[in-house]
């Protein structure tokens, strides 16, 4: 089977892009999948969690894969991954226009974070021109949401206007995401039995029917 390709991206930095992309991939990985993550990023975070992840469970890093390349090379190095596995997640640089676009134009799906601000819900409507433009399936996904208050209503309504899917699985913002994070895991190995744990399942869940829908 050809592998599902989703690329995280958001063109304002901080959204969580990372953290999103290896919380997923350690989830689907979870779920028997063969697992690839594409660090497109010049900051290289997700690569340097990755190296964590080698430090602690070995070099086969719990069967969870990673490559780094530029944004030039991805099209030439997605058609080698496409065969190897079933999941490939690509982890898209803010502001850098055309690593940024050529990671959107390669996936089956984008994933666009956005948290509960301003800043946020600005910086949201250039990415999904960019996803517009390179014909590319875009579903919203709130990150990093309060417990209680009507912030989540009222994101949401803006988020309506902007004619786009939102995702009906939303992530919190919980210390467990970051906790895992420090160790080179995903909530699912970390706080199995936590709702963050829940949240990620539920969202990568709901990703993975859109995946197959948008293939």
């Given amino acids: 089977m050809t592998a599902l390709a989703v690329t995280i991206a958001q063109q304002k930095g901080g959204a969580g892009k990372t953290t999103l ?3 997923l991939a350690v989830t ?3 779920s028997g999948h063969r697992v690839v993550m594409v660090d497109v990023d010049p900051q290289g975070s997700l690569s ?3 190296r964590l992840r080698q430090e602690i469970l070995g070099e086969e890093a719990g069967g969870l894969h990673l490559v780094e390349v530029a944004g030039w090379k991805l099209s030439t190095e997605l058609d080698r991954l496409r065969g ?3 999941m490939v997640v690509i982890d898209s640089p803010p502001h ?3 690593d940024a676009r050529v990671a959107v134009r ?3 799906v984008v994933v666009v974070p956005v948290q509960p601000s301003p800043m946020d819900l600005w910086a949201t409507r250039p990415t999904l021109d960019m996803a517009q433009k390179e014909k590319a399936a875009a579903v919203l996904v709130l990150n990093r949401m309060p417990p209680r208050g009507r912030l989540s209503d009222v994101v949401r309504s803006k988020l309506a206007e902007l004619n786009v899917p939102l995702a009906n699985s939303q992530i919190g913002n919980r210390m467990a995401f970051a906790a895992s994070m420090m160790e080179g895991k995903g909530v699912v190995e970390t706080h ?4 963050a744990a829940a949240e990620i399942q539920a969202l990568a869940l ?3 029917g859109r995946l197959r829908n948008a293939a």
């Fill in 21 to 23: 992309a290896a919380q």
């Fill in 28 to 30: 689907w990985s979870h």
């Fill in 48 to 50: 340097a969690w990755y």
């Fill in 84 to 86: 190897k596995y079933d």
């Fill in 96 to 98: 850098a226009e055309t």
């Fill in 106 to 108: 390669a996936a089956d």
């Fill in 192 to 195: 199995a039995r936590d709702t």
């Fill in 206 to 208: 709901e990703i993975m």
